[in-house]
């Protein structure tokens, strides 16, 4: 048996799929071989002979897709990313998995709501401008004087004379809070309060129950220097891959896997790619089952663990010396309800053998090159653009900055993203990070806030019949570099023109 025919025979045996000394030369001479083996495995095939395996190369039915044949070479290139070892701490205390013990008891929607007002105060004391006290001490200051505090948005209406009003609240008690229409900047500002959020408040007395809000804050980042980086490496973000759907971009995913294992490309490209030593997966890496009404008649494959199966198949041509950083997001097999759990080893049975794959849940925190980020695929967003119309889903950074201005990624609870009341709320933004990557809008967005790089990833999916009737023209095959010196991004595109008509 020749050296084509043994790399068969274990292809084949990794599908459970056996074959005879026949059939395996005849697929050896077969470029597609894998393909092929892989067409079987959705009739239940367990052994192969010679006549069907003919039948199938022959058969209009096999005429599979030429596909994009990736070449993975053993020695693949020197380049610096290979040559340097790698820098990736897993922030676990930030990540939910192995953490999750909620009971969905009202005891747990308390502790949870606790855990949030206590962090975003201790944030926000820390601003000199702010006096805060606790609501209690509001009838014991004379009327017309200045109290500030710290409370959480309860409840939010507009007056009759067209003034906004809050009921707020700390952990003891609650009151008024109103925003006058005759301060422009203020009422605009006052306009972007959402439920449940804590923000600071500059404020006069005029009852017992009611203060007037003068200036507010949110618990937004610090202005700091950017972080430097330890080495001068680069990370590559993708997310929405949806293998599995029949509107997955399967084409261009081999191009851009092509891409990064350096075929085909200049010395100039070559030297470029060379330098990425992370890759991050920001959720939706399969488009699931049942995750939506009607989802079965769109999906290519219509098992979950051959839809990883598909994935991981993928991943393996992914050169070795890259860093491999997958989160989950809906359509995943995890909960639907954040924060996630990390996917379960059990969909990656090879993948979870290397060094160089981490799965971890949603929202996480990670280290690149001491640089702190955060990775979230961004469900809530879809529920900070009903409460936001300022916002777009065709700008998802702009939506993020909000999220970061709170320094929560679930501002508001019990609206349509489902949430689990865990003890400690996992959405709270608890450490200043450098960079945040997030998916989910299948659309890319770029984005400054404070010294925090936002990067919006966007999908391997074909605009999907939602994304038309809503209107949401996504941003598909494109792959994000970072360099983390110099913050500089490039997209690389691999949409051929005609699929983007
Ligand atoms: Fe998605």
Redesign the pocket.
């Given at each position: 048996m020749d050296s084509k025919q043994k790399q068969v025979v274990e292809f084949a045996a990794g599908k459970n799929i056996l074959l005879d000394l026949e059939s395996t030369k005849i697929l050896s001479e077969q470029e597609n071989f894998e393909e092929i083996i892989d067409s079987f495995l959705k009739e239940n095939k367990t052994v192969l002979n010679a006549v069907e395996v003919n039948e199938r190369i022959n058969s209009e039915k096999t005429k599979i897709e030429p596909q994009e044949k990736i070449i993975v070479k053993k020695t693949r290139f020197n380049s610096i990313a290979k040559d340097s070892s790698s820098n990736l701490k897993i922030l676990t205390e930030f990540d939910v998995t192995n953490q999750s013990n909620s009971s969905g008891k009202v005891e747990n929607f308390l502790s949870l709501f606790r855990d949030k007002y206590t962090f975003l105060k201790g944030v926000l004391s820390k601003r000199s401008q702010l006096n805060a006290k606790p609501l209690s001490r509001l009838s014991k200051v004379p009327e017309k004087s200045e109290f500030d505090t710290i409370a959480m948005i309860q409840k939010k209406w507009i007056t009759k004379n067209q003034h906004i009003a809050f009921i707020i609240e700390d952990t003891e008690t609650q009151c008024i809070a109103i925003i006058s229409n005759q301060n422009a900047k203020l009422f605009e500002e006052g306009n972007k309060i959402l439920l449940d959020d804590v923000i600071g408040i500059k404020g006069t007395k005029i009852s017992n129950e009611m203060i007037i809000v003068n200036e507010f804050f949110w618990p937004e980042l610090e202005s700091r220097p950017l972080t430097k980086p330890e080495q001068d490496l680069d990370v590559l973000i993708i997310?929405?891959t949806?293998v599995g759907s029949k509107l997955f971009l399967e084409k261009e995913f081999n191009k851009f896997l092509n891409w990064l294992n350096c075929n085909d490309v200049s010395e100039k490209e070559k030297e470029r790619i060379g330098k990425i030593k992370y890759l991050m997966m920001v959720?939706?890496n399969v488009d699931g089952i049942g995750v939506y009404p009607n989802q079965y008649d769109e999906l290519e494959i219509k098992d979950l663990f051959e839809q990883y199966n598909k994935l991981e198949q993928f991943l393996l041509k992914i050169p070795e010396h890259i860093e491999i950083v997958m989160i989950p997001?809906?359509?995943d097999a995890v909960r639907r309800a954040e924060p996630q759990t990390a996917i379960p080893e059990k969909f990656f049975p090879e993948m979870s053998k290397m060094n160089n794959f981490h799965l971890i849940g949603n929202p996480s925190w990670i280290e690149i090159e001491g640089l702190k980020t955060v990775l979230y695929h961004g469900a809530s967003l879809h529920d900070l653009y009903d409460s936001l119309s300022f916002l777009s889903p065709l700008e998802p950074h702009k939506g993020i900055i909000e999220l970061l201005k709170r320094r929560d990624l679930m501002p508001s609870y019990g609206m349509r993203n489902p949430y689990v009341p865990e003890k400690k709320d996992f959405m709270l933004i608890r450490e200043e990070p450098d960079l945040y990557f997030g998916?989910?809008m299948?659309h890319v967005g770029y984005g400054q806030y404070k010294s925090c790089m936002v990067i919006n990833s966007a999908?391997w999916?074909k605009r999907t019949e939602f994304q038309i009737a809503q209107g949401h023209v996504p941003t598909p095959g494109i792959a994000i570099q970072l360099e983390l010196t110099s913050r500089k991004i490039t997209e690389h595109k691999f949409m051929s023109a005609e699929e983007e008509e």
């Amino acid at each position: 048996m020749d050296s084509k025919q043994k790399q068969v025979v274990e292809f084949a045996a990794g599908k459970n799929i056996l074959l005879d000394l026949e059939s395996t030369k005849i697929l050896s001479e077969q470029e597609n071989f894998e393909e092929i083996i892989d067409s079987f495995l959705k009739e239940n095939k367990t052994v192969l002979n010679a006549v069907e395996v003919n039948e199938r190369i022959n058969s209009e039915k096999t005429k599979i897709e030429p596909q994009e044949k990736i070449i993975v070479k053993k020695t693949r290139f020197n380049s610096i990313a290979k040559d340097s070892s790698s820098n990736l701490k897993i922030l676990t205390e930030f990540d939910v998995t192995n953490q999750s013990n909620s009971s969905g008891k009202v005891e747990n929607f308390l502790s949870l709501f606790r855990d949030k007002y206590t962090f975003l105060k201790g944030v926000l004391s820390k601003r000199s401008q702010l006096n805060a006290k606790p609501l209690s001490r509001l009838s014991k200051v004379p009327e017309k004087s200045e109290f500030d505090t710290i409370a959480m948005i309860q409840k939010k209406w507009i007056t009759k004379n067209q003034h906004i009003a809050f009921i707020i609240e700390d952990t003891e008690t609650q009151c008024i809070a109103i925003i006058s229409n005759q301060n422009a900047k203020l009422f605009e500002e006052g306009n972007k309060i959402l439920l449940d959020d804590v923000i600071g408040i500059k404020g006069t007395k005029i009852s017992n129950e009611m203060i007037i809000v003068n200036e507010f804050f949110w618990p937004e980042l610090e202005s700091r220097p950017l972080t430097k980086p330890e080495q001068d490496l680069d990370v590559l973000i993708i997310s929405d891959t949806h293998v599995g759907s029949k509107l997955f971009l399967e084409k261009e995913f081999n191009k851009f896997l092509n891409w990064l294992n350096c075929n085909d490309v200049s010395e100039k490209e070559k030297e470029r790619i060379g330098k990425i030593k992370y890759l991050m997966m920001v959720g939706d890496n399969v488009d699931g089952i049942g995750v939506y009404p009607n989802q079965y008649d769109e999906l290519e494959i219509k098992d979950l663990f051959e839809q990883y199966n598909k994935l991981e198949q993928f991943l393996l041509k992914i050169p070795e010396h890259i860093e491999i950083v997958m989160i989950p997001g809906q359509h995943d097999a995890v909960r639907r309800a954040e924060p996630q759990t990390a996917i379960p080893e059990k969909f990656f049975p090879e993948m979870s053998k290397m060094n160089n794959f981490h799965l971890i849940g949603n929202p996480s925190w990670i280290e690149i090159e001491g640089l702190k980020t955060v990775l979230y695929h961004g469900a809530s967003l879809h529920d900070l653009y009903d409460s936001l119309s300022f916002l777009s889903p065709l700008e998802p950074h702009k939506g993020i900055i909000e999220l970061l201005k709170r320094r929560d990624l679930m501002p508001s609870y019990g609206m349509r993203n489902p949430y689990v009341p865990e003890k400690k709320d996992f959405m709270l933004i608890r450490e200043e990070p450098d960079l945040y990557f997030g998916g989910d809008m299948h659309h890319v967005g770029y984005g400054q806030y404070k010294s925090c790089m936002v990067i919006n990833s966007a999908t391997w999916q074909k605009r999907t019949e939602f994304q038309i009737a809503q209107g949401h023209v996504p941003t598909p095959g494109i792959a994000i570099q970072l360099e983390l010196t110099s913050r500089k991004i490039t997209e690389h595109k691999f949409m051929s023109a005609e699929e983007e008509e």
